[in-house]
């Protein structure tokens, strides 16, 4: 702990330096998850915390965890399972943070019954802009304020625009040796849905929920409960290693030939299997969900089969894969967003996708939102909708009636997929399905490629305006950027046409440079030393193997 004391006092009179000079940084974190160009924050002052990145401690009896904020999901998890004991939240992909997922917005397929990850935190150490460091408790949930509670509320999905976050208080809860992991066939869009949300219902006794699209008529929702028994005869299934197959393959082949379970008894339109839960939670590692793909479509002729996705393994674990997006400035050009929809909304937003971008498969998780004004997806105030609707979607019944700043449920999309190679019919792709995404009352992730103008963005995100500049002001916050300053992009054309630019856009040099950056950056030795893969025999028999 006097480790982490001395490295927050140095960092508290670097920030004070730059408050007094009344000179704008940015914060370091060593990597990035986020898609955002990066040649946009060249030149930028920069406020290094990179060395932030230990578990100081895990009290299983009160099952908190103190973390530092670049502490990664996969190292998280290895020390709270060492005790019994995991995050009721975990990003799905291992290197996102525990600061990335207070600051930014982290949904995934608990959070139909936790919420977002930073509601699952206790309290946060945060240096303020001035330097002072002070800890911000969000209270007790029956009324009691904690200390700095305006701060802790401003501060979650706010990208660090309030002040600089250097130590976490999580809330644990108990962990069991394996996922029992359910895969319902659906046959239309409508029913995905529908069977989402019924999954999602209590006595359904679920504690994970989400889905794939991978077209109108073949979708799959997927349950998983905790569970400390292995059926006799029963194979474990893992994801981790080299020559195990890739979760959303996997799960394609599972339900291909099933039923859809609304036409039969829903026992016989799913199937069922066992997953190590550690395995679980990072089941989406290899092949980053599904657009690990995209590698192979832009090094064609390499054929995407089972031989070449082991024989690169290495360089197709989402770490890899996003020093590759940003080394190779393929970003520039691959549509990577995840919407937060009503659930009325989300069968006309998919309709949309499918006509204007064709991208499939897409992602369905269920939400726990809060109540507004936040950054975070949330049920918005019919007043902060836009005026005009699009004919023939039905809005109305439900942007009058079920939408308000108020804790509900939604529905998270995920759109990822190659978009329109012209520069200029990619942002007009992104900026249409901003547009789209407003009208049917959704919120988007601000980690993702955003070119609303600024009236739009406060539009979309207005009701939380007000206070989050009167916090910013409360907190001598105000020579920082804002988050708009920060999640917008700017369409440069100087900067994407001088001869870098145009080098990375000639294949195959650009996908070349994305190699040797992540060579270089050596994430690959993450995956392969991790202690979190389960330690069964070949084929996951035997109950006695697991570790």
């Known amino acids: 702990m006097e480790r982490h004391r001395q490295a927050v006092r140095l960092l508290s009179a670097a920030v004070r330096a730059f408050f007094e000079r009344a000179e704008p940084y940015r914060i370091w974190h060593g990597s990035t998850n986020s898609t955002r160009p990066a040649h946009q924050k060249a030149g930028a002052r920069l406020v290094d915390i990179s060395g932030l990145r230990n578990v100081l401690s895990v009290d299983a009896a009160r099952r908190i965890a103190l973390v530092e904020p670049n502490v990664p999901m996969d190292r998280l998890v290895e020390h709270t399972l060492a005790h019994g004991l995991v995050p009721p939240v975990v990003m799905e992909f291992p290197g996102i943070t525990a600061g990335g997922g207070f600051a930014g917005t982290a949904g995934e397929s608990s959070s139909f019954k936790h919420g977002y990850f930073d509601e699952n935190v206790r309290g946060v150490e945060i240096v303020l802009p001035d330097g002072e460091v002070v800890f911000a408790k969000p209270g007790d949930g029956v009324g009691k304020e904690g200390e700095y509670a305006d701060l802790f509320r401003?501060?979650?999905?706010?990208?660090?625009?309030?002040?600089?976050?250097?130590?976490?208080?999580?809330?644990?809860?108990?962990?069991?040796?394996?996922?029992?992991?359910?895969?319902?066939?659906?046959?239309?869009?409508?029913?995905?849905?529908?069977?989402?949300?019924?999954?999602?219902?209590?006595?359904?006794?679920?504690?994970?929920?989400?889905?794939?699209?991978?077209?109108?008529?073949?979708?799959?929702?997927?349950?998983?409960?905790?569970?400390?028994?292995?059926?006799?005869?029963?194979?474990?299934?893992?994801?981790?290693?080299?020559?195990?197959?890739?979760?959303?393959?996997?799960?394609?082949?599972?339900?291909?030939?099933?039923?859809?379970?609304?036409?039969?008894?829903?026992?016989?339109?799913?199937?069922?299997?066992?997953?190590?839960?550690?395995?679980?939670?990072?089941?989406?590692?290899?092949?980053?969900?599904?657009?690990?793909?995209?590698?192979?479509?832009?090094?064609?002729?390499?054929?995407?089969?089972?031989?070449?996705?082991?024989?690169?393994?290495?360089?197709?674990?989402?770490?890899?894969?996003?020093?590759?997006?940003?080394g190779s400035g393929e970003s520039g050009r691959f549509v990577v967003q995840d919407v937060g929809m009503p659930y009325e909304a989300a069968e006309p937003f998919v309709d949309y996708v499918s006509e204007h971008l064709d991208i499939w498969p897409l992602w369905l998780c269920p939400l726990k939102t809060p109540a507004g004004p936040s950054f975070h997806p949330h049920l918005r105030s019919v007043l902060d909708l836009p005026g005009e609707r699009i004919e023939g979607d039905n809005i109305g019944e439900f942007s009058s009636g079920s939408l308000g700043e108020e804790a509900g449920q939604m529905l998270n999309i995920g759109v990822w997929g190659w978009g329109p190679?012209?520069?200029?019919?990619?942002?007009?792709?992104?900026?249409?399905?901003?547009?789209?995404?407003?009208?049917?009352?959704?919120?988007?992730?601000?980690?993702a490629h955003t070119y609303y103008s600024e009236p739009e963005f406060w539009r979309a995100y207005g009701g939380h305006r007000a206070r989050y500049e009167a916090l910013r002001e409360r907190y001598r916050a105000e020579s920082l950027p804002s988050v708009y300053d920060k999640v917008r992009v700017k369409v440069d054309p100087k900067s994407e046409n001088d001869w870098k630019s145009r080098v990375k856009a000639t294949w195959?040099?650009?996908?070349?440079?994305?190699?040797?950056?992540?060579?270089?950056?050596?994430?690959?030795?993450?995956?392969?030393?991790?202690?979190?893969?389960?330690?069964?025999?070949d084929g996951g028999e035997g109950k006695e193997k697991i570790a």
């Open 421 to 447: 190679k012209d520069r200029d019919a990619f942002v007009r792709a992104n900026r249409d399905l901003e547009r789209r995404v407003d009208e049917l009352g959704g919120m988007k992730w601000l980690y």
């Open 154 to 326: 401003g501060a979650t999905g706010a990208l660090g625009t309030l002040g600089v976050a250097t130590l976490l208080e999580l809330r644990l809860i108990e962990a069991k040796r394996f996922v029992r992991t359910t895969y319902r066939r659906t046959s239309s869009v409508a029913e995905a849905v529908r069977v989402v949300r019924e999954e999602c219902e209590k006595d359904r006794g679920n504690d994970y929920v989400d889905g794939i699209l991978f077209s109108k008529d073949h979708g799959v929702v997927v349950t998983g409960k905790l569970t400390n028994e292995l059926p006799d005869n029963e194979k474990v299934q893992t994801f981790s290693r080299a020559w195990d197959p890739w979760y959303y393959m996997h799960v394609r082949e599972r339900t291909a030939n099933l039923p859809s379970s609304a036409s039969i008894t829903p026992k016989d339109g799913s199937v069922t299997e066992y997953i190590p839960l550690a395995e679980y939670l990072f089941r989406y590692d290899r092949g980053g969900f599904w657009v690990g793909q995209a590698a192979f479509d832009y090094f064609r002729p390499v054929p995407f089969n089972r031989f070449f996705r082991w024989f690169l393994d290495d360089f197709l674990h989402t770490r890899m894969l996003y020093r590759a997006l940003h």
């Open 508 to 537: 195959p040099f650009g996908g070349l440079v994305g190699i040797w950056k992540g060579i270089k950056s050596r994430d690959y030795m993450l995956h392969r030393r991790a202690t979190w893969k389960w330690k069964g025999g």
